[in-house]
């Protein structure tokens, strides 16, 4: 497919906090906005393989808007730790991101 992703630093959170952000899926060589049909977002912790998908939601073209797509992560899971890097990205679903879609650390 036509379309690449972006990288996004959302900096430092507190533990148990909910993070939201939201990302556009366009077409590279066009710009157009296209809807995700469908998609899985993980969470991958520091520089390993280690992933989750818990308390993660995706919400594809969010409010009707073809194109912008919201992701909400609630970090009271055990999974999430102090002085860790976390990066996160579309894993499954019919349109995949090229690049990792964020970085935060808590």
Not at 14 to 19: R, S
Not at 22 to 49: E, H
């Amino acid at each position: 497919d036509d379309w690449q992703g972006s990288v996004i630093y959302l900096g430092d959170f507190d533990l148990d906090a909910t993070l939201f952000f939201s990302f556009t899926s366009r077409r590279f060589s066009t710009g157009a906005p296209f809807a995700l049909d469908s998609g899985a977002i993980s969470v991958y912790k520091d520089a390993d393989d280690t992933q989750t998908t818990t308390g993660v939601t995706l919400a594809a073209s969010d409010d009707g808007i073809t194109g912008w797509n919201r992701v909400t992560i609630d970090t009271s899971d055990a999974f999430y730790t102090t002085a860790t890097d976390f990066q996160v990205v579309i894993t499954t679903g019919s349109k995949k991101l090229k690049k990792g879609l964020t970085g935060a650390k808590y």
